[in-house]
């Protein structure tokens, strides 16, 4: 019965997880030379960064409305610094490589009214629109957990008239 009881409160806490968890849009991006295209663009659940901490210099995005206000905002540097390091004739070697092309991703709110996001330079000139709109979230996860919840119960309910 406490094993019952012990993975019955284990589905509830992944349910409660996934209940918390926002919408958000993950944008892949490729960068090649000030020019951005996107590869690929994801719906599903999860976390986005608070973006409290951003560049004074860099690309701007901005997710904007169905009545064209910005309703998010943040800058952000293009990844085109990367250290290395190789362990050659027992000596680290390495340092920075600058890059000229890259992909990258953003993570992005996924906001009810949002229509498109607008990808700016660093001289304030629109590179990229993103189409935002496009078929609803399905919650699958939170529907399948809660489905196995209820299989659980009904289960157990019926373990117990059996007993009985």
């Known amino acids: 019965m406490k094993t019952k009881k012990l993975i019955l409160i284990i589905m509830l806490l992944l349910f409660a997880q996934f209940a918390c968890a926002d919408k958000i849009t993950i944008l892949n991006l490729h960068y090649d030379r000030g020019e951005v295209s996107v590869i690929d663009k994801i719906d599903t659940y999860g976390y986005y960064p608070d973006r409290k901490i951003q560049p004074d210099i860099g690309y701007k995005a901005e997710v904007v409305s169905v009545d064209d206000a910005v309703l998010y905002s943040f800058k952000f540097e293009v990844p085109l610094e990367h250290y290395t390091d190789i362990h050659l004739d027992n000596r680290t070697q390495g340092g920075l490589v600058i890059v000229n092309e890259t992909d990258f991703a953003l993570i992005i709110p996924s906001l009810p009214t949002a229509k498109e996001v607008n990808f700016y330079n ?36 019926a373990l117990k008239k059996r007993k009985t």
């Open 122 to 157: 660093e001289k304030n000139v629109k590179v990229l629109t993103v189409g935002l709109i496009e078929e609803k979230l399905i919650p699958t996860m939170p529907i399948i957990i809660g489905l196995a919840i209820i299989f659980v119960i009904i289960i157990s309910m």
